[in-house]
């Protein structure tokens, strides 16, 4: 039963450290998405690659937030520097059109 | 871009039909909409998919008018362990993807 893992599972840091959240999609997937949930906005949608190439990132933080995918069995998010805001649980989702598989997420805490 | 709207949350009891509505008026002729489950403390699964008319499996139905304007997902005898939330996703496949989550409804299954 293939699924999205992600690492580490929970994260506690202190503001202005560097956290990176890490992702191994399902094999054979083509999108692999990053989104952040918190119970003020909801599940919010950072940024997805198609391929491995970035195809939008208009929903991150460009000043502090980056994406990347070095290759198909990776994809990282990385925040730098943490901001207490940024405190929620990031997902990651494989899959194709609108059929996404999501990972358990990684619960961040900036305090 | 296509925004979902659906109703914040339901009660139902077990074994009785439930059927949340997601109301898209904005939907593009390339749009597919999909429906989502999520658990407390996971990230949300994948349920059904559809672009028209209705569509069927294992877990529940998609029912999608004509005008394409509002879809309905049907869960048929539902149980104490379909407490959650449920997602409306309308997924753009003109040009870049955009996808945006609404609001959920929070369906609680009761005794």
């Known amino acids: 039963d293939a699924r999205v893992t992600q690492t580490p599972r929970h994260k506690v840091t202190e503001m202005g450290q560097e956290v990176t959240m890490r992702c191994q999609p399902i094999?054979?997937?083509?999108?692999v998405f990053w989104y952040r949930q918190t119970m003020m906005q909801g599940l919010e949608l950072l940024a997805y690659?198609?391929?491995?190439?970035?195809?939008?990132d208009s929903g991150m933080p460009k000043d502090r937030f980056s994406a990347e995918m070095p290759d198909a069995t990776l994809a990282t998010l990385k925040i730098q520097p943490s901001e207490p805001r940024d405190s929620a649980v990031y997902f990651c989702?494989?899959?194709?059109?609108?059929?996404?598989?999501f990972g358990p997420g990684t619960r961040l805490t900036v305090t | 871009l296509a925004k979902t709207t659906q109703p914040i949350s339901m009660d139902s009891y077990e074994g009785q039909e439930v059927n949340i509505t997601c109301s898209h008026n904005?939907?593009?002729?390339?749009?597919?909409i999909t429906w989502y489950q999520q658990f407390p403390s996971q990230g949300p699964r994948f349920i059904i998919q559809?672009?028209?008319t209705k569509v069927t499996n294992e877990v529940a139905s998609l029912f999608i008018p004509a005008d394409r304007k509002s879809s309905t997902l049907s869960l048929p005898r539902v149980s104490l362990s379909d407490t959650a939330v449920y997602y409306c996703?309308?997924?753009?496949?003109?040009?870049?993807?955009?996808?945006?989550f609404g609001t959920g409804t929070r369906l609680k299954v009761l005794a």
């Open positions: 989702a494989s899959g194709f059109i609108g059929e996404q598989y």
């Open positions: 094999l054979g997937h083509n999108t």
């Open positions: 690659f198609r391929n491995r190439a970035p195809l939008d």
């Open positions: 904005n939907i593009a002729t390339n749009d597919y």
């Open positions: 559809g672009y028209k």
């Open positions: 996703l309308v997924a753009t496949t003109s040009g870049t993807y955009k996808y945006i």
